[in-house]
Every structure is written in C-alpha cells, then in structure tokens.
C-alpha cells in the first residue's frame, strides 16, 4: 500500500486561506468515505482534525473544512492563525488487509 | 484525565528485542480497536500494525510483518507491540491510537509515542 500524496508545502498570510490536496486511488479514498486529518505540530502527537472526509471532532474551529472529489481529498483552513502553523497528514482508510494509509505531510506555514 | 501512555523504547542493537507497552486511562479500553503507527526522524507518519477489541484479530504492513506481534491486555487496560528481528530502518517514534468500535475508522486519541533506535 502506498502512501497518499500531498504537497509537501502549503503557505498563506494570517486570515487568508490554504487549502491541501490527499490523492490516494480507488482502493483507499476513492473507495471509502473514511478520509481524516491530523495536524501535528514539532515534537508532539498528531490530532485528528477532520474525520470521516467533513466532520469535525467536537473542539475543532469550524475554520477546518474537509471534502473529497474521486480518488482526492482536501483540507481547507480558513483565517489562517498563527498556531494553525504545523504538519497535516490525511489518512484514509483502505481495506481489510492494510486497514489505514497516511499521506506524505504537508508543512503548513504561516507567512 | 483521558489519555495513552508509551513506555518501553530505548537504544537497541539490530537484531534485537523490544517490547513497547501503551497504558489506556480514563476510558473504557475494550470499547476501542488500538493501533501502532510510527514516524522515523523527519518521516511521515506509518500505520504498522492494529488490533480488534477482544484481541482476537491482528493486522500488520508488510514491512513489519513475521517480525513485529501486537496485542492487548483488556482486563489490564494496555495494549504492546513486541518488536524482534530489528533492523535500523525500524528508528523512529512509536505512537499508539485508539479507533472507536462504532466505526469512525479516525484516530481520535494519540499517546505521547516512544522513541526506538536500532543501531550498533
């Protein structure tokens, strides 16, 4: 199994927008709308973000927006603020056999 | 407090053991499937290996598979990985995190992770 793709960087002043790209196939985020987000910032654990590819966990600002289109998923962080500075990885979910992939990390910077 | 605990990396030869252990609190432990994912220095994140509820069904990736066993103890509320057979590429910190039962197939808790280095 294969690891999702995203960019490794994405940037934007505070308020504006940025948004992240997750493209796996059709036997991970094609196939299942079990698509979440993490956000990890320098030596910590990652924290789930977006759950089932729009839901939010309870404590989330709703200013982090998930969706998915075919075999690509997308988080959207509007208002950039100054902590939303971290890594996001997406992770979908993939079958029985390897149950989760994640993606390759994205570094979010806030210029 | 609600939470997950790592114990148990150090610095081990290759070719040798360990046994990381994760301590659940605060929560009912049965409730949730439990996972390993690692991430070596500087790397992404890597699901390695996950575990039902009752512990009667185990999954391993590939590149860990025949050397690494994770299981659970419900009644002790700790889950562990045994790790044989390490190789250097094995270096990285180990996270567990738990998935709800009812399905929705999200980390939704992460420990602190441990750290394991393999090298001579």
């Known amino acids: 199994q294969s690891a999702l793709t995203q960019p490794p960087s994405a940037s934007g002043s505070p308020g504006q927008s940025v948004t992240i790209s997750c493209t796996g196939t059709?036997?991970?985020?094609?196939?299942?709308?079990?698509v979440s987000w993490y956000q990890q910032h320098p030596g910590k654990a990652p924290k789930l973000m977006i759950y089932?590819?729009?839901k939010r966990p309870s404590g989330v600002p709703d200013r982090f927006s998930g969706s998915k289109s075919g075999n690509t998923a997308s988080l959207t962080v509007s208002g950039l603020q100054a902590e939303d500075e971290a890594d996001y990885y997406c992770?979908?979910?993939?079958?029985?056999?390897?149950?989760?992939?994640f993606g390759t990390g994205t570094k979010v910077t806030v210029l | 407090e609600v939470q997950l605990v790592e114990s148990g990396g150090g610095l081990v030869q290759p070719g040798g053991s360990l046994r990381l252990s994760c301590a659940a609190s605060?929560?009912?432990?049965?409730?949730?499937?439990m996972h390993w994912v690692r991430q070596a220095p500087g790397k992404g994140l890597v699901w390695i290996s996950g575990?039902?509820?009752?512990?009667?069904?185990?999954r391993h990736a590939d590149s860990v598979k025949g050397r690494f066993t994770i299981s659970r103890d419900n009644a002790k509320n700790t889950l562990f990985l045994q790790m044989n057979s390490l190789r250097a590429e094995d270096t990285a910190v180990y996270f567990c995190?738990?998935?709800?039962?009812?399905?929705?197939?999200?980390?939704?808790?992460w420990g602190q992770g441990t750290m394991v280095t393999a090298s001579s």
């Open positions: 995190a738990r998935i709800e039962v009812s399905g929705t197939r999200a980390f939704d808790m």
């Open positions: 605060g929560f009912t432990f049965s409730n949730y499937r």
């Open positions: 575990i039902n509820s009752d512990g009667s069904s185990t």
């Open positions: 059709s036997s991970d985020v094609g196939g299942y709308n079990y």
């Open positions: 089932e590819v729009s």
């Open positions: 992770s979908s979910y993939a079958g029985s056999n390897t149950p989760y992939v």
